[in-house]
């Protein structure tokens, strides 16, 4: 009997052991959280102030907004002023479409009223092989807010894209360029 009793623990034991063991031993096997294959980047468009046509709207939006030399507050010349992102922003999102296919997603925005054209140019590179550049415009129009989105067959890979310049024109005659270049990438299944 004593035998018995010491064989049926065995067995309850081993039978808790084995369930137990996957619990314990699932996280040294357990999926990390997948990590984003597409991230968007975003930069800020800069007014140059060279490009301001000197017109009455122009000089108005140049006091209402504080810009290139003209203070909000008194509508005074701030000397030196340097002043960065003025204009809006400049985004790239890449992102995986299946069949070689990436999606492509450009957008300049305007924070100074509507822009009548605006255009860039970029490059985009899979590491795997291939490149191509990338160029495209909008206008004439009216907006603040230019999405561009388009495929492009780049071909199964780790893909890059960047757009290196951009610029916009807005309705009183500024013109308004990027200060760094904006960057993606994703995987391309």
């Known amino acids: ?12 034991c081993l039978v808790a052991a084995s369930i137990a063991l996957p619990i314990v031993a699932a996280p040294a096997f357990a999926k990390t959280s997948p990590t984003p294959t597409s991230v ?4 800020a468009l800069e007014l140059d102030c060279s490009s301001v046509p000197n017109t009455p709207d ?15 507050k008194g509508g005074g010349i701030t000397p030196y002023t340097t002043v960065s992102g003025t204009c809006g922003t400049l985004s790239l999102l890449l992102f995986d479409a299946g069949g070689g296919w990436m999606q492509w997603k450009a957008e300049i925005t305007s924070s100074l009223g509507p822009f009548v054209f605006a255009s860039y140019g970029g490059s985009w590179n899979n590491w795997w092989g291939g490149f191509g550049p990338v160029g495209r415009s909008y206008g004439p129009g009216l907006t603040s807010d230019w999405l561009d989105i388009f495929g492009i067959l780049t071909a199964p890979g780790y893909v890059t894209g960047q757009i290196n310049w951009a610029q916009d024109t807005l309705w009183w005659g500024g013109t308004c360029r990027n200060d760094a270049v904006v960057g993606a990438s994703t995987n391309v299944t």
């Open 1 to 12: 009997m004593p035998i018995l009793k010491w064989a049926r623990r065995l067995v309850i």
């Open 58 to 72: 122009a000089r108005k939006a140049l006091k209402d907004n504080g810009l290139c030399g003209f203070s909000k």
């Open 40 to 43: 968007t980047i975003t930069v």
